[in-house]
């Protein structure tokens, strides 16, 4: 399994200043097939900040499907799972579905219940070391969702978005694809935003 080291570094004047304002450094992955992106990592602001990301997810089912933005996810049921592999949920599992396929760089959940559920996958939290949500979606009964990590994540400074809220609008994030093994962002006093 490859491991991504990201660094991400902030001058100590500007460390103070977001520090003072109240707020943090929040980071999202981007995951095709998902509308709702969720925010991954927040932190508090530091000179250095290094995030790793190794390539390895989880699952989330929630019985709550209503999420404006910033909502925290709070009522949620973790699992594991495999890239390439198909899923089933139940109503009250995650099952392997023998009988579906599904591309290898890719998770495909299927809400068998008698009910619309919100599915998602997750990822470890190098901070925290739990599975925590990187995107939500309500899946309405017998329908399909696959989902794609992709190795591009999304930076921003301020105080709406803790780990697990659901972010609205992903394009007012910095985007960086994540093209090595090992990266680094400086923050861009000027813009108020990450910069590579």
Not at 11 to 25: F, K, R
Request: aromatic share 12%; hydrophobic share 35%; proline share 5%.
């Amino acid at each position: 399994m490859t491991a991504y080291v990201t660094k991400w570094m902030m001058p100590q004047e500007d460390v103070n200043l977001v520090t003072t304002a109240g707020q943090w450094n929040s980071w999202a992955l981007q995951v095709d097939g998902s509308n709702h992106p969720v925010t991954w990592v927040s932190q508090s602001p530091m000179q250095v900040i290094s995030i790793t990301m190794v390539e390895e997810y989880g699952a989330f089912i929630s019985s709550e499907t209503d999420f404006p933005d910033g909502t925290v996810l709070k009522s949620i049921s973790r699992y594991p799972v495999k890239l390439g592999t198909a899923y089933s949920w139940t109503g009250s599992n995650l099952i392997i579905d023998t009988f579906s396929e599904c591309p290898n760089n890719s998770v495909k959940l299927t809400n068998n219940s008698t009910g619309a559920w919100t599915f998602g996958l997750t990822k470890m939290d190098p901070k925290t070391q739990q599975q925590q949500p990187i995107c939500a979606d309500m899946v309405l009964q017998k329908q399909p969702v696959v989902y794609t990590p992709v190795l591009t994540m999304y930076a921003k400074v301020g105080r709406t978005y803790k780990t697990s809220s659901i972010i609205a609008d992903i394009g007012s994030w910095a985007k960086f694809q994540i093209t090595s093994v090992d990266s680094s962002f400086n923050f861009d006093h000027d813009s108020t935003q990450w910069a590579v």
